[in-house]
């Protein structure tokens, strides 16, 4: 088969330019290996030069490309639309090819010699500057469409984001320092982070909390920038920060704690092992933005942010050990017991009926759950009751075993016909309990007593 027709690779191009980064790396990987197809090795070429194009612009605008996501319009924090960032891209190839041509050169030359690099700082801080000042001057029709979009998000939205443009080269350098400034605290990570700052408000006075939201954008997760803005501050008192025009960032991340505790809350239990893990992952985030908060200002318990800070950890650990105590209930329940024969009132395990379904759900839920948040106990304040729980429930799961093997040893088959489903789903258990090794040793033991069991009468 021939080549695509020139109107279709047009179509095709279209579509390309137009789709989200995501979809553009999903096909360029799904169309690697189309070297030999002359269909497909047109479409090939067509998005991996959209790829390298989209590699290109998120170097040159660094700085604000994290920021312009989905419309916009979250208030919450500094964000634009993602449109207007590919009109501003757009309108950069159309005004400025030459310095786009040679940011295109030093980009390829680092691609190429990726241990000696050439610094591109020059090239890219010069494109951010034309950028900026094309979407205050709103001539060119990109510019200008980017500029209409942005104040549709929100009421002066291409001044700011003019202004962050600006902001482009300090951001820019602070960024190759992240790593750094994060993983290593003390007086000249503070030197170089306030300097940083302080070239930030030489450019536009009120530009401190753009400058945070900026390399915010450019941290996983953003809320990180907490330490950064510590370390300018000189780890703040509450009052203090709450006073300032960075305030906002402590305020977000305590508002995100509240938000996510009335998640935690609500954990759906007949969710399985996704909803339990889900949960458990945020009661990790909970953990470590409560900790981020503590270390990054001068708290105390008697008012303001440190009571609220201790107050959200103190629910926390309410919310987990409920979620605890309920597991443990679900799980007994889960194994179904009946009375034993002879005087002595005695529960054993009823291996006639089959393993209910939902009960197990709601207690593989739970106890996903529970091994989910057992690497964060000791940091959020249940690990007593975490141990605790864990301990009864091994008890439980030991004599379980030994009872049902006990019985599958001596009763008839008929009362025994779901024990090997039953003992499956106590190893499942003990895995989410104790480890694997010990849900192993279980699934041996049921398969052992399984094969010895003797063969059923035959039918009259």
């Known amino acids: 088969m021939g080549a695509l027709s020139e109107r279709k690779i047009e179509i095709v191009r279209t579509l390309v330019e137009s789709a989200p980064d995501k979809i553009v790396d999903g096909l360029q990987r799904a169309l690697a290996d189309s070297a030999n197809d002359s269909q497909l090795s047109s479409v090939r070429l067509l998005v991996e030069a959209e790829a390298a194009d989209r590699r290109l612009r998120d170097n040159v605008l660094q700085a604000v490309a994290r920021l312009c996501v989905g419309d916009g319009s979250d208030t919450r924090s500094l964000v634009f639309p993602a449109r207007a960032l590919g009109c501003v891209w757009r309108g950069l190839k159309a005004s400025a090819p030459q310095q786009m041509s040679a940011a295109a050169k030093?980009?390829?030359?680092?691609?190429?010699?990726?241990?000696?690099?050439?610094?591109?700082?020059?090239?890219?801080?010069?494109?951010?500057?034309?950028?900026?000042?094309?979407?205050?001057?709103?001539?060119?029709?990109?510019?200008?469409?980017?500029?209409?979009?942005?104040?549709?998000?929100?009421?002066?939205?291409?001044?700011?984001?003019?202004?962050?443009?600006?902001?482009?080269?300090?951001?820019?350098?602070?960024?190759?320092?992240?790593?750094?400034?994060?993983?290593?605290?003390?007086?000249?990570?503070?030197?170089?982070?306030?300097?940083?700052?302080?070239?930030?408000?030489?450019?536009?006075?009120?530009?401190?909390?753009?400058?945070?939201?900026?390399?915010a954008g450019q941290l996983n997760p953003p809320w990180l920038v907490m330490r950064i803005i510590s370390a300018v501050m000189d780890k703040p008192t509450p009052r203090y920060l709450a006073d300032s025009e960075l305030g906002g960032f402590a305020e977000r991340v305590m508002n995100e704690i509240d938000a996510a505790l009335e998640t935690l809350a609500k954990l759906d239990v007949n969710g399985g092992p996704p909803a339990g893990r889900t949960a458990g992952k945020l009661v990790q985030l909970i953990t470590q933005q409560a900790t981020e908060l503590e270390l990054s200002m001068e708290l105390t318990r008697d008012s303001g942010w440190g009571q609220r800070?201790?107050?959200?950890?103190?629910?926390?650990?309410?919310?987990?050990?409920?979620?605890?105590?309920?597991?443990?209930?679900?799980?007994?329940?889960?194994?179904?017991?009946?009375?034993?024969?002879?005087?002595?009132?005695?529960?054993?395990?009823?291996?006639?009926?089959?393993?209910?379904?939902?009960?197990?759900?709601?207690?593989?839920?739970?106890?996903?759950?529970?091994?989910?948040?057992?690497?964060?106990?000791n940091y959020a304040g249940f690990?007593?009751?975490?141990?605790?729980?864990?301990?009864?429930?091994?008890?439980?799961?030991?004599?379980?075993?030994?009872?049902?093997?006990?019985l599958v040893r001596t009763a008839e088959p008929a009362d025994v016909a779901h024990a090997y489903d039953h003992l499956l789903v106590v190893a499942d258990f003990c895995a989410l309990v104790r480890d694997s090794r010990a849900a192993d040793l279980i699934r041996r033991r049921a398969a052992s007593a399984r094969q010895a069991e003797p063969p059923s009468e035959p039918d009259a």
């Open 106 to 215: 030093v980009d390829a030359v680092i691609a190429a010699t990726p241990e000696c690099p050439p610094d591109p700082t020059l090239a890219y801080d010069a494109l951010a500057k034309l950028a900026a000042d094309a979407l205050r001057a709103g001539q060119q029709r990109d510019f200008r469409i980017a500029a209409e979009v942005c104040d549709r998000a929100r009421p002066g939205g291409a001044e700011l984001f003019a202004a962050c443009l600006e902001l482009a080269p300090v951001v820019r350098a602070a960024t190759a320092r992240l790593p750094d400034w994060l993983a290593h605290g003390g007086d000249e990570t503070t030197a170089a982070a306030r300097l940083a700052y302080k070239d930030a408000v030489t450019i536009a006075e009120d530009a401190g909390p753009r400058f945070f939201e900026m390399l």
């Open 309 to 377: 800070i201790f107050n959200q950890k103190k629910s926390l650990a309410s919310v987990v050990e409920g979620h605890l105590r309920d597991a443990e209930k679900v799980m007994i329940a889960a194994l179904p017991t009946t009375a034993a024969r002879g005087r002595v009132k005695k529960a054993i395990p009823a291996l006639g009926v089959e393993p209910d379904g939902a009960a197990v759900t709601r207690a593989t839920t739970l106890l996903t759950f529970s091994e989910e948040v057992r690497s964060c106990a």
């Open 383 to 406: 690990s007593a009751a975490h141990a605790k729980m864990g301990d009864r429930l091994g008890q439980a799961i030991d004599q379980y075993v030994e009872e049902a093997l006990d």
